[in-house]
């Protein structure tokens, strides 16, 4: 079964700093990759996503995210963090499962950025 | 759009007692599914639809957690027997389609805490 590690549970940063949260898997075959934020009050939302092509991905809010195979790692990025930055940051990963489908999610434990003014 | 929308928002209960937690998807929606999220912890998959059936229960983590989507639309996860260890967040998500194009949009979630 696949596992998701997310190495730093809390991160604080002042504005302007820049952000690295790190995500290793532990799966052998194709996967799809997700970094989901969660504002706070707000719903779980999609920030980027990667399932094949370019490794480095862009998404919302000048986040992006670089898929490296040979380390299973899907690192989230963002040269320079705002106030409204502050969320809690979650990665995950789907793996083939008994159907054939891409349906089981699994999500990392999480890391909460706060970012100081 | 309206989002995934899930009620009731909070719920207190008794340990013991059965609770039903309904789950609304975005219309269209073909496929639905339900996380628990206990504090600290990531969302944890419990199981999930494709339009009305069943597809994968394997996260469910004993019998007396059961989930039905009759219709297609609304889905329904009831806990049996309360249990202090069931108090968790239950998150409910939609995609609208069953490939590996797999967004998933969450809902608010139901956060849950058993006396």
């Known amino acids: 079964a696949q596992s998701v590690s997310q190495h730093n549970h809390h991160v604080i940063l002042s504005e302007a700093a820049s952000l690295e949260l790190g995500c290793n898997y532990s799966?052998?075959?194709?996967?799809?990759l997700f970094w989901y934020v969660q504002y706070p009050g707000q719903h779980l939302q999609l920030l980027l996503k990667?399932?094949?092509?370019?490794?480095l991905v862009k998404g919302i809010k000048g986040f992006e995210a670089e898929f490296i195979k040979s380390k299973f790692s899907f690192n989230l990025r963002k040269p320079s963090v705002q106030w409204s930055d502050t969320a809690e940051y979650f990665c995950?990963?789907?793996?083939?499962?008994?159907?054939?489908?891409?349906?089981?999610?699994?999500f990392g434990i999480g890391t909460k950025l706060q970012v100081i003014p | 759009g309206a989002g995934v929308s899930q009620s009731p928002r909070y719920k207190v209960t008794k340990r013991g007692q059965d609770v039903a937690l309904r789950c609304d998807p975005i219309?269209?929606?073909?496929?639905l599914y339900w996380y628990r999220q206990a504090l600290g912890q990531g969302p944890e998959f419990l199981t999930y639809?494709?339009?009305?059936?069943?597809?994968?229960k394997s996260g469910l983590p004993n019998d007396r957690f059961s989930a039905e989507r009759p219709e297609g639309s609304i889905s329904t996860l009831t806990i049996q027997r309360t249990e202090q260890r069931d108090s968790a967040m239950y998150r409910c998500?939609?995609?609208?389609?069953?490939?590996?194009?797999?967004?998933?949009?969450f809902g608010p979630g139901t956060r849950l805490t058993v006396l």
């Open positions: 998500a939609s995609s609208p389609l069953d490939s590996r194009d797999n967004e998933q949009f």
């Open positions: 799966y052998g075959g194709t996967v799809n």
């Open positions: 990667y399932f094949s092509g370019d490794p």
């Open positions: 995950a990963v789907n793996a083939p499962g008994r159907s054939g489908g891409y349906q089981k999610v699994t």
């Open positions: 219309s269209g929606h073909v496929s």
């Open positions: 639809f494709n339009y009305e059936a069943q597809q994968d």
